[in-house]
């Protein structure tokens, strides 16, 4: 049974909404949903605060985009956007582990020319040798017709994220 764009875009954003703040109204020319902003630290304290003994920040920009299908063009142009987009929200600072760019592409059917584009999505970026910590592009395109999921190297965890979207909806 095929899945709605629609429903499958309405169940992205239930997924998101638990620990993502979402922002639906952002204008452009190309195909956004939404964009989901996540950020987390994490501190370990002696006794007091003053007492810090480690802190860690993570933070993530997901950008869904939905369309009945995409080319190479739109998806490289649609990377573009989320990475001028992201990047200037990254604040890399001693305590600052990683930022990641999350691209996800919602397809009613999703071509082979598709799938290539988003297998050969690259970017990586690391704050003062690593040490600040890095930056990187995740990127997967869901096939609604065949129940599939493509991600670059980097995006590997999206795969099975959306398996279980999926088993949920049927």
């Not at 639906?24 to 006794?47: G, M, W």
Request: charged share 25%.
């Amino acid at each position: 049974m095929r899945i709605e764009r629609g429903r499958f875009i309405d169940v992205l954003k239930d997924a998101y909404s638990a620990y993502y703040d979402l922002t639906e109204s952002v204008e452009t020319a190309l195909p956004l949903a939404f964009r989901a902003d996540y950020k987390d630290r994490d501190e370990q304290f002696f006794l007091v605060k003053s007492a810090k003994l480690w802190a860690n920040e993570k933070n993530e920009y997901a950008y869904i985009f939905s369309a009945p299908s995409f080319d190479a063009a739109m998806i490289r142009a649609c990377a573009d956007y989320a990475l001028a987009d992201g990047l200037p929200r990254v604040r890399p600072h001693k305590e600052h582990q990683c930022t990641n760019v999350k691209l996800v592409f919602v397809a009613d059917e999703a071509g082979v020319e598709a799938q290539k584009a988003v297998k050969s999505l690259r970017y990586s970026k690391s704050y003062r040798l690593g040490l600040w910590g890095y930056t990187n592009l995740l990127a997967g395109i869901v096939d609604m017709q065949s129940k599939k999921t493509v991600t670059n190297p980097a995006g590997h965890e999206l795969a099975p994220f959306f398996a279980k979207l999926f088993a949920v909806r049927e």
